[in-house]
Each structure stands twice: as C-alpha cells, then as structure tokens.
C-alpha cells in the first residue's frame, strides 16, 4: 500500500508540469501590455492559470491607454511584448506610422468585432433593411442601408464621422470593407495626407476602444467599429445598436497577434518558445469542451485590472450569443474563437490580406509585386516558432497533435466569396488579382495625388 | 490660631491638579490645532470642568457646526445624485461610494492573500530547483499580480514625495541665490514667468520622451514611469517654492543685514545664522503651497501617462464602464482629497515645528 502510494506520488511530480522540461528562458520577468478588450483573454487566461509560471515565466500584464502607446511601448522596451493589432507589426516593419521590426509567432483569436450605430442612425437605416418574418430585421445588414444617410448628411455639408482604434487597423479595414461593399467611400489614405479622408463620404477617425461608447454617447461620431466588450456595452447602455458582426463580413477574418520585436526573439529565444507555448495552452483551454471554461473566463476578464466591464457585457459575446438591438439576441457561437480553426497560427495569408487593404486604401502608395506580399509576410509571421512550441507541447502531452497544421505551406485554402459579406473570394497567394476585384479602392499602378487618382 | 481647615489641603491639592491639567490641555491645544482638531481642546476642557457656558459655544462652532454641514452635504448627495441618470446608471450617493470602499478593501485583502500564493510558488519552485541542483537559477521574484488600491495609494504618495523633494532641492538654492542677489533674480524672474503658468500635461510629453531617451538601463533604480510622474510633479511644484524662498530672502529685515556686514560674516554663515532662519516662515509657505501643487498634478499626470497610482486607478475605472465604475471614482476622489488634506497638514505641522520659537 505504502509502495503503491510512493509510485503514485512520483507520477504525479511528473504529470504537473515539470521542472525538468522547463526551457532554459534568457529572460524571465516579462511586462506585456494589453488592450482593454475581450481579445486579451489568452494573456489574462495565460497568466491566472499559471501558464506563464509553468514556463518559468514571471509576466506582469499592464492595460495601455490606446494602440500607439502600446506600439512605443513594446518599440522602447519597455513593455516584452503586447496584444497587437495584427496591422502594427506589419505596418511597422514595412515603415508605415512608425519604423520597428516587428514579429509575430503568435495569433491571438478569429472575429471578435462589431459595427455600431447611434440609436439615431438605426432608425434612419431601419427602413431600408428587410424584415424577416418575425419582425425583426433580416442580417447581414449591408453599408447599403446606411448610403442613403450618409448621401443626405453630405448633400447639406455635414460631415458623416465614424470611429475606429487605429489606421493600421482590423477595425479600420473592416468598417472600410463594410462601407464600401455598401457603396460608401472611406477615403484614402495618401503619403502627404494621412487622415486617410482623401475622397471620403464617410470621414473614419481615431478613438482607442475603451472610449467609443462615450465617444458616441457625445455625439462626435455616429458610428464606430471596435472589439468586444464595447459593442454589447453600446447596447447595455443604450446608446447604439451593433449592425453587423466582422463574423458577418468575413467569416473567421483574423483577428489580434501577440508581437515582440525581432530583437527580443532573437536575443531570447527559448523565452519567445515558453511564451507561445504558454499562450497556445491558454487558447486551448479557451476553446475546451465547446466553450465549457468560457463563463470562467469571462468572470476573469471581467476584473476591474483586465477588462473590466460587466460580466453580463462580456458574456455576451463570449458565450455564444450577441445582443443587436436590446433583446434581438442571436447566436453566434464563432464570435470569438480562440484555437478552433486553427486561430492561433500565423498564417501568412493573414498578413497578406492586411497587406492588401494597406495598399487598397492608399497607405501603401505604390503598386508592389505579388512576391513582396509574401516577403513582408514572412519577415513578420512566424510559424515556424508557433509550430516549435506546438511540438514541445504535444511532447509534453498538453496537447494533440491533430489540432495543428504541421504541413501548411503558410496559406490557409482561399476564403470562398460566400464567407464575406460582398462576394468577392480572397487568395493570399494572389494579392494583386484580389486587389483588382475589390469595387472601390486603389488597383494597379493607381496613385493618390492630391485628391485625384493617377494610373 | 493653629486651627487648619481639613480640607485645605486636599482643596490646594485639588486646585493644583487641575491647574497642571489645563495647562497640559493649553500645550495639547497648540498641536491640535495644528492637526486642525481644535475642537478636542473645547471638548475635554468642557469635560474638566472649565466654565462650561464658555465652551458650548466653542463647541457649537468648531465640532457641531463642522458635522452638521458634513451631513447636510451627504443628504444633499444621497438625495440629488441618484437623480442624475448617466448610461452607466444613476450617480452613486455615499451609500454606493461606501459599499465600493469596502469592496476595495475586500479586493486589496483578496491580492494580499493572492500575492501570497505566489511567493510560495516562487519558494517551491526555488526548492525544486535547488533539488535538481540548479541552485544558481534560484531568483526572488517581486509579485507580478495587478496592484490593489493601497498599492496604488502608497505608489502616489512615493512619486509625490520623490517630485516634491527633487523640486525643494532645486528651488531653494536658486531661491536664496535670486533673493540675494539682484542680477540672479534678473536672470531668473523671466524664466519662471514664463514656466510657472505651464500645464503638466504640457510637460508629460516632452518628460516622457526625454526619460525613455536618457534613462534606458531596463533595471535601474527606478522605473521610467515613475520618474516620469515624478518628475512632471517636479516641473510644476517648483514654482511656488522657488517665488516664495525669493520673496522671503529678499525681504529679510536690512538691520540685519547689516549686522551681517559689521561682523564681516561670510557667505555660508551669513545664509545658514541669517537668511534661512528669518526667510523660513515664507520658505515653509512655499513648500506647502507645492506640494499641494505637486499633488494636483500628479493625479493627471497618472491618468494620462497610465503610470501606477490613483490617477491610473481612476483612468482604468473610467475605461472599464462597469456598473461600479463611477462608485469607485469616488472613493479615488474622496482618497485624494483625503490625502491632500494630511499632506498639507504635514506640511503645517512642519513648519509649526520650524517656527514656533521664532515666529518673527
């Protein structure tokens, strides 16, 4: 009995997580910044579940007050790594805002974005929406609805503003993608002017997440597109109504990366493999049992030092559903995934598809070659430290080794036009054929100069 | 003639006693009044016996008065604020903003224990790795968890006092210097005129890109964002003492000054026995007029850098729009002004000590 006990005892020093396979990490007290939105979750989940200490990892997670801080911060050193929008490390390293090589090993989740209107906007737009049979209105609701109001606020002068988090942005992209599928023009973006309102029916500008839901309660902007929790705050609050879901636009677009700069990977490498190691634990467990560990997560989120809203306000989009209008929920199980499908691998088709609304939209001034779509992608997504890790993790038997994509080439199969919102089928590895069958935006050798388009 | 009155003794006595008392409550009175609780004073001569008539009114002014206009202002809280409706809920009265104190407590106590839990991992894992003999990987580790609300308070209290003490020590030499001599005081005077008015959020860019750029050891004493704040504080907490020290050297007694010049002292002397003694009560304004400043302006530099402390806390609360948000915007604000209160009478107790003796 007392043997039987002793041998027990021994597994189970070896089953938790052990010491001896601990990498040997160069540097062990890490500071990471965050964003405070829903997508953080891997971190937060990383951290309270001892994830990051299994590694041999002492990380402290500090929320930023908006995008560009958190982009310094990890630029200076002062913050290892952070939350991204998976638009920074690429514009950084191309030299587009700021100038810093940035990588990624590391994808933190699919969709996990929404489109909101002021009450006011709503219900202009509501009759030009179909209903469905039950009274309620039929989605995905088109830009298509909104044109007509933006063409009355331009026709008496008045500027039509809407809000996003950053020019590099999912959300920029994604509310410019939206509008213009709706026949709605964003404006572009030019070297000389970077207000990105070249042209523009509808006048995009910055707002960091956390504030949109004042910002629009304040009347300076009729719109926004952000992350979660501040579409459903919208709602609790009463003061907008989400249209549409990044879900309905593109079904599971990628969302944020986890970025370092090139330097810290290569001075630490082991700490880069503990850090996605640990990251890729906490999106499995994230993912679990069809969500089972989701209302856990969200009470987590839901601490006044990650999140911090409500946890009525983050479960509902954590947990299945999505509130449109107060009491119009519907479900959408896909609205934050964070390992199914494989989300967390950097896919080099992910960067090239931000590549190319950059170029669509005009921060990207000249025509590039197909080939350079793939080079930038490669200097900045790793999946080649994402699948080191992986292996490592199904060694350690903390994970299968079926949820990983050991033989993709980087390219996920094309999204068919069914999956977004306006039909147009999306191939990364043809950047510049994808490009020509966008309606509005910047083909071929198009320039902006001044307000006029060139080529 | 020998008859004594048995009770002479114990009345002289008594006499005595009560005499040694009073004057044992006049010295307790001069440092009560100077914690601003003068009122104690009224109160125990009251309870000892002191023409109790003199005292009620006293009492009414400096203890009842104060309470019931205290009460008055939480029933008009109580009663106006849940009449404000703002998307995150009615405006918390005092019951909400005290539910939310406690519940910070209760927060802070729950990290406390938190933070325990983690410094035994580090200590089991230290033990394991003594064990698989890899005893030079043994680290201590500082608890990376978020901060509770003392935490942040203490975080304030440390850069204000850091700001506060770097400012004194640069304004009251160039202080004494400009008070002494007309073409410092030339060389000074447009300088701070044109500084003082400066904002502190003006400087938080300019100090925050100058410290990244100068101080980029990752592990040196102090982390940048407190020497941000602090030295924001800094910038704009130096004014007051800096005009302050000029005026009172300046407006030293020129009797004196002679004197100064018979006994041919020197310099040093002529600053440390002369100008300091008699410019202190100015100089002691001065720095209760910064730190108050200096306090102001840390609090908005927190909330805009997001460094550590209250000003962080609130900014944090306010992303944060949960339905508790604006109740424990308060307490922040209520621990502010609290804070502010004590550091001036800090302050004031300070100078009391200083000037007591020569209060010229």
Redesign the interface.
């Known amino acids: 009995m007392r043997r039987t006990c002793a041998a027990l005892l021994a597994t189970s020093a070896l089953m938790s997580p052990a ?2 396979e601990m990498l040997p990490v160069e540097k ?2 890490l500071k990471f910044g965050f964003i ?1 939105l829903t997508d953080m979750a891997p971190l937060a989940i990383a ?1 309270e579940r ?1 994830y990051f ?1 299994d590694e ?1 990892l ?4 500090e ?3 908006n995008w560009k ?1 958190l982009l310094d911060g990890v630029i ?3 913050l290892d790594g952070a939350h991204m929008l998976a638009g920074q490390p690429l514009a950084a390293t191309i030299g587009y805002g700021t100038q810093a090589h940035i990588v990624t090993p590391f994808s933190m989740d699919l969709n996990g974005n929404g489109i909101t209107v002021s009450n006011e906007i709503w219900e202009q737009m509501k009759p030009n929406i179909p209903k469905m049979e039950d009274g309620r209105p039929q989605h995905p609701i088109s830009a298509s609805a909104l044109k007509p109001i933006v063409d009355e606020y331009n026709a008496s002068g008045r500027p039509f503003n809407m809000g996003m988090v950053f020019p590099v942005s999912t959300h920029n992209y994604e509310l410019r993608y939206w509008l213009a599928a709706g026949g709605i023009h964003p404006g572009f973006y030019s070297p000389e002017d970077v207000s990105g309102q070249i042209n523009a029916e509808a006048f995009l500008s910055v707002t960091p997440p ?2 949109m ?2 910002t629009l ?1 304040a009347g300076t902007i009729y719109g926004y597109c952000v992350g979660e929790p501040w579409n459903q ?1 919208a709602v609790f ?3 907008g109504v989400p249209v549409i879901t990044d879900y309905q636009i593109w079904k599971n677009n990628p969302e944020k990366v986890f970025g370092l700069t090139a330097a810290f990977v290569e001075e630490n490498p082991n700490t880069t493999l503990a850090i996605t190691k640990a990251l890729i634990r906490a999106a499995i467990w994230l993912d679990e049992n069809d969500n089972a560990n989701r209302p856990e997560a969200v009470e987590i989120l ?4 990650y ?4 946890y009525d ?1 983050i479960a509902n989009s954590m947990t299945g559903f999505f509130e449109f209008e107060k009491g119009d929920r519907r479900d959408i199980p896909d609205f934050n995934v964070f390992f199914r499908y494989n989300a967390t691998y950097p896919f080099y088709s992910d960067a090239v598809w931000y590549l190319t609304q950059m170029r669509r939209w005009g921060q990207i001034s000249e025509a590039k070659p197909d080939s350079w779509y793939d080079e930038v992608a490669r200097m900045v997504y790793k999946p080649e430290i994402y699948l080191e890790a992986a292996r490592l993790l199904v060694d350690e038997g903390l994970a299968d080794e079926a949820d990983f994509p050991w033989d993709s080439d980087g390219y996920k199969a094309p999204t068919p036009a069914e999956d977004i919102i306006d039909g147009i089928a999306y191939d990364g590895k043809q950047p510049n054929a994808y490009l020509e069958s966008l309606t509005i935006g910047l083909k071929g050798a198009q320039k902006v100069v001044g307000s006029e388009i060139q080529g | 003639m020998t008859t004594v009155d048995p009770d002479f003794a114990a009345k002289e006595a008594k006499q005595a006693r009560r005499e040694r008392l009073f004057t044992r409550i006049n010295k307790a009175d001069a440092w009560l009044k100077v914690l601003g609780l003068g009122w104690i004073t009224t109160m125990v001569k009251a309870a000892a016996g002191d023409n109790p008539k003199a005292q009620m009114k006293d009492i009414w002014q400096l203890f009842c008065v104060p309470i019931l206009a205290i009460v008055l202002f939480l029933t008009a809280w109580g009663t106006l604020a849940p009449k404000v409706q703002t998307s995150l809920g009615a405006v918390p009265g005092p019951a909400q903003v005290w539910e939310q104190a406690v519940a910070l407590h209760e927060d802070a106590q729950a990290k406390a224990e938190s933070a325990r839990v983690f410094e035994e991992r580090v200590e089991q894992r230290n033990q394991r790795l003594i064990d698989a003999g890899r005893a030079d990987e043994v680290k201590d580790i500082a608890y990376t968890g978020a901060p509770s609300y003392y935490d942040q308070i203490w975080t304030s209290i440390q850069t204000v006092f850091f700001g506060f003490l770097v400012a004194t020590v640069v304004a009251v030499p160039l202080g004494i210097s400009a008070g002494l001599s007309v073409t410092a005081n030339a060389a000074l005077n447009p300088i701070i005129q044109i500084f003082k008015p400066v904002s502190p959020l003006a400087w938080l860019p300019i100090v925050t890109m100058v410290v990244s750029a100068v101080y980029t050891t990752n592990d040196g004493l102090f982390e940048k964002s407190f020497l941000v704040s602090a030295i924001t504080v800094t910038l704009c907490s130096l004014w007051p003492t800096l005009i302050n020290t000029a005026l009172g050297v300046s407006s030293i007694d020129k009797d004196l000054v002679n004197v100064s010049k018979v006994l041919k002292m020197n310099t040093y002397t002529k600053i440390t026995k002369l100008v300091l003694p008699s410019a202190l009560p100015l100089i002691f304004t001065g720095l209760r007029l910064s730190l108050g400043v200096g306090w102001m302006v840390l609090i908005a530099a927190e909330m805009l850098a997001q460094n550590p402390g209250l000003g962080k806390f609130v900014w944090d609360e306010f992303q944060n729009g949960s339905s508790d948000s604006l109740a424990r915007i308060m307490v922040a604000v209520l621990t502010i002004g609290i804070i502010g209160f004590l550091l001036d009478r800090l302050m004031f107790t300070i100078q009391s000590l200083f000037t007591f003796t020569n209060n010229r």
Do not use: H, M, W
């Open positions: 010491l001896a062990d007290e405070k951290y001892g200490f041999g002492f990380v402290t997670l929320a930023q007050a801080v200076s050193g002062q956390p504030q839901p004042a309660e705050q609050k009463g003061i839901s601490r006044p030092n999140v911090g809203a409500d306000v």
